[in-house]
């Protein structure tokens, strides 16, 4: 059985004990979060597509913990000016894991 969910402003295709690198959610590690909206789910043989989402189903997971992604360098330059910015970036993350997918 897998489920396509909405975390964040981000897509992602889960299933039971998968561990995935979401969007820098709120709650601290440890704390379990409900996952509500669903928007596909499949068992094999059987397809739900919401619309948007699907009624009643809802997907439990454990928050592991908070981190930090790769450093993006952001360089700036204007030609002939003697204009030069660089920056970095990192992007923070949540790591979770799914415990169950409840279709109802």
Do not use: C, N, W
Not at 22 to 30: R, V, W
């Amino acid at each position: 059985m897998y489920a396509i969910v909405e975390l964040g402003g981000q897509q992602f295709k889960i299933t039971k004990d998968d561990v995935i690198l979401a969007p820098k959610l709120s709650e601290s590690a440890g704390s379990q979060i409900e996952i509500e909206k669903v928007l596909l789910a499949a068992d094999g043989k059987d397809v739900q597509v919401g619309s948007p989402t699907i009624k009643g189903a809802k997907v439990t997971a454990t928050v592991i913990q908070d981190e930090r992604g790769k450093k993006v360098i952001v360089f700036k330059k204007k030609r002939r000016k003697g204009y030069k910015v660089k920056r970095g970036h990192k992007q923070e993350y949540t790591r979770i894991k799914i415990e169950d997918i409840v279709l109802q």
